[in-house]
């Protein structure tokens, strides 16, 4: 079975910096997604961004960036110019068939 | 667009009785509807895979018969909680897939039940 590791329970940024979250998965699959997910206070799961697999090149969404290294089954996400409104709980995932699963989630913290 | 909601948004229960989610996909039609389980402070729980028109598909280590799942439409599944227990008491959130669409799954707002 597929299982998804966020190291890192809680974090915390100054407004405006950059924070780097974790994940690592393992796989025995070749073809497969990954997702970063945000849960608000309002626990609403919003999607941040998703990564192919099989796409060589890092997904890019604004703010908000990923280092997918394939072999080291590492997706870690990154976010510039943090705002206040990014504050949440981050949970990254893991695609296949269909269906995701989940890591633990990481607390994002940004302070003013 | 890929708008999810849920109904009720909060329930309280007695133990004993039944309860019923719904979950609508808005403005999409959805091939494929999920549910889960948040406990509170962790993470989603993946309990089952509902396709429009056949049985769910639950995942191990959960009660097919406390937790049935009806996907009648191609923008509706429910859930049902079957003699509800307080330890039944959970964050559910269903999500959906868009028909013919790409990967992601779009998430409804959950459901917070309380059985007392």
């Known amino acids: 079975a597929q299982t998804v590791t966020q190291s890192q329970p809680e974090m915390s940024v100054q407004e405006a910096e950059t924070v780097t979250l974790s994940c690592t998965y393992d796989t025995s699959e070749s073809d497969y997604y990954l997702f970063w997910y945000k849960q608000p206070p309002s626990r609403q799961m919003i999607l941040v961004i998703r990564?192919?697999?099989?796409?060589?090149q890092n997904a890019t969404e604004n703010r908000f960036s990923v280092n997918f290294q394939k072999a080291a089954k590492s997706f870690s996400l990154k976010i510039s110019d943090s705002q206040l409104g990014d504050a949440a709980m981050y949970f990254c995932?893991?695609?296949?068939?269909?269906?995701?699963?989940f890591g633990k989630g990481t607390l994002l913290t940004v302070n003013p | 667009g890929a708008v999810v909601s849920q109904h009720p948004s909060r329930v309280i229960c007695k133990s004993g009785t039944s309860v019923k989610i719904e979950c609508r996909s808005l403005?999409?039609?959805?091939?494929?509807m999920f549910w889960y389980r948040q406990f509170p402070k962790q993470s989603l729980m993946l309990m089952a895979t509902?396709?429009?028109?056949?049985?769910?598909?639950?995942e191990q280590g959960v009660e097919k018969d406390k937790f049935l799942i009806n996907h009648a439409s191609l923008t509706l599944s429910t859930l049902t909680v079957t003699s509800a227990h307080p330890e039944d008491s959970s964050f559910y959130i269903c999500?959906?897939?868009?028909?013919?669409?790409?990967?992601?799954?779009?998430f409804g707002p959950g459901t917070r039940l309380t059985v007392t």
């Open positions: 403005d999409f039609q959805a091939t494929t």
């Open positions: 990564q192919e697999a099989y796409k060589q």
């Open positions: 999500s959906a897939r868009v028909q013919g669409g790409f990967y992601e799954q779009y």
């Open positions: 509902s396709n429009e028109g056949s049985k769910a598909t639950y």
């Open positions: 995932a893991y695609g296949s068939n269909y269906k995701l699963t």
